[in-house]
């Protein structure tokens, strides 16, 4: 059930007097103040509803400044004889209509400096890559994708960088991906070999936070150099993990220093707070819900066996009279039918007339 709750509250703000000279003494104005507390939901548990506030101010004038002086001072005194700070902790700011809380203000990602590329590799839990079906350039002896697979699980793991699979991949926050493309020498064009990769994850455009997106976040080119004619296709495509491998280290090591840190500040140089998003680890993800090792999907997880006290229907009087009488908590009245019963009132069967349950009469 919504509450509304409206609390007057007189204030008192003082300002200095037109001329701005040092010394002179503050101007005051009174004003009153009515705040309206509201839940905002129908039901909530426990108690703990959440709830806003709104105030409504008004300028107390004309009025005659002795007399709020002293319901300021009477106010004063009954706070102190009740225990309470004369400074109530819920008093609200005044100026919060006219310039936000700096604690409040809404967070603009606009505000926020362009990031370095590396730090899209700041706390990468796993990737997906899978080169295995590359296939050979001509003239490569032996296997080619395959080989390329097991280099990369070997350099990926000595650097603690899990890699999973296809279907994994998509339960790992961000999603990243690592993706390796390879162009073989074509002597019909005069096209010498090349290789390109990138790494995806989902990302939000900063003009439009609804919109999300898979985008590459880290990319690495190679190709052929004729000042280093020893460097082969396959050779290229490992050294793209190499320099995966580095730039992961640089970026998660101790002494790097992101661009953006807390507190950002807004046009105004007001400190902005970012809202608290918690993305679930993947290893939380696996514990949670792990794998069924035949399938290689999420294991089911039985629905809970019982409604939340919000959901829970409430009784009709009829049911709740039968429930009452059925715990015994009305009286008893075995001659009595159970129309007659529900007529009853939990304060004993003479309060109420009833109807015997055999009519007397012929």
Known sequence: MKVNLGVLVLGVAATLLPGGGQGQAPAERYWISRETVSTGVDNCRDGACPHTSTYTTRLFSPESKTQLRRLMSLLDFQAAAN????EHPDTPEFCAQQMPDPNRVIWNPEWMKTSHKLEALRGLEAIH???SKLKAPEGFDGPFGKALQKEVEAKFAAAGIPIVSAQDVERVPGQPKLQVFFSATNPDSGCWWSVFATMTQTALLTRDISVKISAGTWAHMRGFD???LELTEYGAIAGVFDAFVADYRAANAPDFEPVNVLPFTDMHDRPMTIPEVFVKPYAQILKDAPLDPETGTPEDTPPPDYIPSARKPEPSPKALKRMQLNAGQLPDAPDQTPEAME??????????????KTDPTP
């Open 83 to 86: 225990g309470m700070p004369v």
């Open 129 to 131: 890559v899978d080169v």
């Open 226 to 228: 004729p000042d280093d």
């Open 343 to 356: 007529k009853l009132s939990t304060t004993g069967a003479a309060a109420t007339t009833v109807a015997p």
